[in-house]
C-alpha cells in the first residue's frame, strides 16, 4: 500500500507561483507513476500531468506547470506559475503500479486526500 499526502495548497493571485508538494510512504517503489489531477467545485476531476519514465502535462497546463521528483525524499512536485483563477481547485496526487502512464483517474491504485489551492483575480 502507499500514502500519498499533500501540501502547499494555499491563496494565491493571479500570476503568482506556488508549489504543491505529494509525500509518498510505504511501499513507494510501486508507485511507479505519480499523476496530479485537480477538481473543482462542480466540475469532474481533471488530469493536470504525469512523472514517470517521462513528464507529460494537460494542454491547459503546458508551459505553466512542472512536475518533478525527488526520490531521495519520495516526494513529487507541483510547481505551477502564472497562476489563473481557472486554476482554482482542490489538487490531488495519485499513483499506479503500472509503468504505463494514463490520464484516468480510475486507473490510479492510490489517491491523496487533496490540497486546496484558490487563485485571486
Known amino acids: 500500500q502507499v500514502l500519498l499526502v499533500e501540501s502547499g495548497g494555499g491563496l494565491v493571485q493571479a500570476g503568482g507561483s506556488l508549489r504543491v508538494s505529494c509525500a509518498a510512504s510505504?511501499?513507494?517503489?510501486?508507485?511507479?507513476?505519480v499523476a496530479w489531477f485537480r477538481q473543482a467545485p462542480g466540475k469532474e476531476r481533471e488530469f493536470v500531468g504525469w512523472?514517470?519514465?517521462?513528464?507529460y502535462y494537460a494542454d491547459s497546463v503546458k508551459g505553466r506547470f512542472t512536475i518533478s521528483r525527488d526520490n531521495a525524499k519520495n516526494t513529487v512536485y507541483l510547481q505551477m506559475n502564472s497562476l489563473k483563477p481557472d486554476d482554482t481547485a482542490v489538487y490531488y496526487c495519485?499513483?499506479?503500479?503500472?509503468?504505463?502512464?494514463?490520464?484516468?483517474?480510475?486507473?490510479?491504485?492510490?489517491w491523496g486526500q487533496g490540497t486546496q489551492v484558490t487563485v485571486s483575480s
Open positions: 512523472i514517470g519514465r517521462n513528464t
Open positions: 510505504g511501499r513507494t517503489d510501486s508507485a511507479n507513476v
Open positions: 495519485a499513483s499506479r503500479r503500472s509503468t504505463i502512464a494514463t490520464k484516468m483517474p480510475t486507473l490510479y491504485d492510490y
